[in-house]
Nanobody, 124 residues
Framework: QVQLVESGGGLVQAGDSLRLSCAAS????????MGWFRQAPGKEREFVAV????????YYADSVKGRFTISRDNPKNTVYLQMNSLKPEDTAVYYC?????????????????WGQGTQVTVSS
């Protein structure tokens, strides 16, 4: 069982930066690939980024590539999402998720555990 708690969301202006954090419980954090997803009002949840268990591989949605960076600190049981050059269309609830599936999945159904989410609002 893994419990995930996100933090770091808030209200910012377009062009600003934010760093989201996701703290995981348990002693097996490094056995999970970790991902970030988001859901805007009236829209389906979408993939944002994922990082491998070792942190050696990361993949991004095209919409955030070059602006967002996912990283992890296994001794601290924490995964981060650094978001730069934020746009109003980045406004959403951001969710952290953990996957025990082989490889580095990018679809939500392949993630076992989810956090409660943190709101990110980007004003124009």
């Amino acid at each position: 069982q893994v419990q995930l708690v996100e933090s770091g969301g808030g209200l910012v202006q377009a062009g600003d930066s934010l760093r989201l954090s996701c703290a995981a419980s348990g002693r097996t954090f490094s056995s999970y690939a970790m991902g970030w997803f988001r859901q805007a009002p009236g829209k389906e949840r979408e993939f944002v980024a994922v990082i491998s268990r070792s942190g050696g591989s990361a993949y991004y949605a095209d919409s955030v590539k070059g602006r967002f960076t996912i990283s992890r600190d296994n001794p601290k049981n924490t995964v981060y999402l650094q978001m730069n050059s934020l746009k109003p269309e980045d406004t959403a609830v951001y969710y952290c998720a953990a996957s025990s599936r082989v490889g580095v999945p990018t679809t939500g159904r392949n993630f076992n555990y989810w956090g409660q989410g943190t709101q990110v609002t980007v004003s124009s």
